[in-house]
């Protein structure tokens, strides 16, 4: 089946500083990604979808110059939390469409907990 | 717009018993995908059952069974004989495709589930 992967699957950094989290299909092509934000006991709100070759559109309400997403490739997604705050501190899961097949379903990575100190 | 209404928070059921979990959904699109995922606290989503919506067919999976009604825009998950390894929290999700929805996938509030022994 398609897996997507997510890389790191835990990081805590000091407030202020930039954190990179990265999100691969691996076994198929994702033209399109998707962000995704979880606070505790909450659930799954959308960020932000990711195409690949073109910027991403953000939801209302997201900081596009906080959040920097970058599709370069048909594989891989990466999502920077630039001068990340406490506040920014949450669950990030990213999803991926295969691109071949005409199916509105997504393929969820692990997840990625955002620890900001 | 659409809306996903999980307006269970939280049911306890003690094990062995059956427990329903309520979803309703709101959309304009006469295409769309509906979905029910379960989180375990571990937080990787478990992909359960997508349905789309010419198909109305209830659907049986072991304990697990969907009921979809387009007619109340309802798709309602039941467990039956719960388990404790079913303790997780369940989200039920709503996509819609192409020019109006991106292919963005919305999810509902979710319904955390407890099963005691």
């Known amino acids: 089946g398609a897996v997507v992967s997510q890389h790191p699957s835990w990081v805590i950094c000091k407030s202020g500083t930039s954190v990179k989290i990265e999100c691969r299909s691996l076994?198929?092509?994702?033209?399109?990604m998707f962000w995704y934000r979880q606070f505790p006991k909450q659930s799954l709100m959308l960020m932000a979808t990711?195409?690949?070759?073109?910027?991403?559109?953000?939801e209302q309400g997201v900081e596009k110059d906080k959040f920097l997403i970058n599709h370069a490739s048909l594989t891989l997604s990466t999502l920077t939390v630039t001068s990340a705050h406490p506040e920014d501190s949450s669950f990030y899961i990213c999803?991926?469409?295969?691109?071949?097949?005409?199916?509105?379903?997504?393929?969820f990575g692990p997840g990625t907990r955002l620890t900001v100190t | 717009a659409q809306k996903v209404t999980q307006a269970q928070t939280e049911i306890s059921v003690v094990e062995k018993e059956d427990v329903t979990l309520d979803c309703v959904y709101e959309?304009?699109?006469?295409?769309?995908?509906l979905f029910w995922y379960k989180q375990p606290p571990s937080g990787e989503l478990v992909f359960l059952i997508r349905?789309?919506?010419?198909?109305?067919q209830n659907e049986i999976s072991g304990r697990y069974s969907w009921n979809f009604q387009k007619s109340t825009s309802s798709f309602n998950f039941t467990i039956t004989a719960s388990q404790v390894v079913d303790s997780a929290v369940y989200f039920c999700?709503?996509?819609?495709?192409?020019?109006?929805?991106?292919?963005?996938?919305?999810f509902g509030a979710g319904t955390r589930l407890f099963v005691k022994a």
């Open positions: 959309t304009r699109d006469t295409t769309y995908y």
């Open positions: 990711s195409n690949e070759g073109s910027k991403a559109t953000y």
């Open positions: 349905r789309n919506s010419f198909d109305e």
């Open positions: 999700a709503l996509s819609e495709g192409g020019y109006t929805g991106g292919f963005k996938t919305i």
């Open positions: 999803s991926a469409r295969d691109s071949l097949v005409s199916s509105y379903e997504q393929y």
């Open positions: 076994d198929f092509q994702a033209t399109t």
